[in-house]
């Protein structure tokens, strides 16, 4: 007799059409005899639908995929549960840029028999692990990020005083917004926002990307895997700061302590249904131009003859 089959189900709960795309998909896997686990704050919502258990800790290793309905958040969500577990996620887009899902909502039909007949590939992504400590040396917080710690300012009319070391070397000191540190995922993220280079995911390194530096040298950099980044904030008036892990997990700090960054032990797995290259997907998500005004032109032109 055939094991049983799990995945687990995610989702926007405020969307009603993420409700509504999660309960077609968990009657398609209970069609086909696949028991969908859902998160106890969510099980309410599918009370009525068949294949349907709580996930729990003794049933989460079973499941073949976290499918997530919702945009980026609700993915970075879902990989909090799934990356010490390495469980495969697979977005499907109801948000807005949705960088990191696989499908956008008119897709989520086809979904079903691909995660039946297991038709998907897995591709990883980097992570970043860090660590806040005190004045002491002493390990006050730890995280991860999919896509960026960032450090930023408390007080709006105060800049942070840091002073940033790769490998234990000093590199720079600025006076500034805030400092992020992201992985090749996150570049499309925060830090594209704040004129970070865009790097393909498939690279493994860290991107510095200092905020409003006020500093003649205030370049993003790109550093290697093996390299840790810290970032001390030095005593200063009310030099507050907070750090934010994915926008998520957070903690405060404040002048002599130091955040420190490197490459994770754990990779994230995303589950991938298409071979889409990276360049593609960066051209469909950011709508960009390829034609240029002078390929609209030489169109218009074949158009008219």
Not at 238 to 266: F, K, L, P, S, Y
Request: proline letters at 5%; one cysteine or more.
């Amino acid at each position: 007799m055939p094991s049983r089959r799990y995945v687990t189900v995610t989702l926007h709960g405020g969307r009603p059409a993420a409700v509504s795309a999660a309960a077609g998909f968990i009657a398609g896997m209970a069609q086909h005899g696949i028991t969908s686990l859902v998160k106890g704050d969510q099980l309410q919502q599918f009370a009525s639908s068949e294949g349907v258990e709580q996930l729990s800790p003794d049933n989460e290793k079973q499941s073949e995929l976290a499918i997530v309905f919702g945009g980026d958040g609700s993915i970075l969500r879902a990989a909090e549960w799934a990356l010490p577990l390495d469980i495969p996620v697979l977005g499907v887009n109801l948000g807005h840029v949705g960088f990191l899902a696989e499908l956008e909502s008119h897709q989520a039909g086809s979904l079903i028999s691909h995660v039946v007949k297991r038709n998907y590939t897995v591709e990883e992504r980097m992570t970043i692990d860090t660590i806040v400590t005190d004045e002491s040396g002493t390990e006050v917080w730890r995280s991860f990020a999919v896509n960026e710690v960032s450090i930023e300012k408390l007080a709006r009319e105060r800049m942070i005083e840091v002073l940033v070391r790769v490998d234990g070397r000093a590199l720079s000191r600025w006076g500034t917004d805030g400092v992020l540190m992201s992985t090749p995922t996150g570049s499309t993220a925060y830090a594209f926002s704040a004129n970070g280079p865009v790097m393909w995911p498939d690279i493994d390194a860290l991107l510095l990307v200092p905020l409003s530096a006020h500093a003649l040298f205030s370049r993003p950099l790109v550093i290697g895997p093996h390299s840790t980044i810290s970032i001390e904030v030095l005593p200063s008036n009310e030099c507050n700061a907070v750090v934010w892990c994915d926008g998520r997990r957070t903690t405060d700090i404040g002048g002599g302590m130091v955040v420190t960054a490197q490459v994770g032990t754990h990779r994230l797995k995303l589950a991938r249904i298409s071979e889409r290259p990276f360049v593609d997907r960066l051209v469909r998500k950011f709508a960009l131009p390829v034609d240029g005004w002078r390929g609209v032109a030489e169109r218009e032109q074949q158009n008219a003859d």
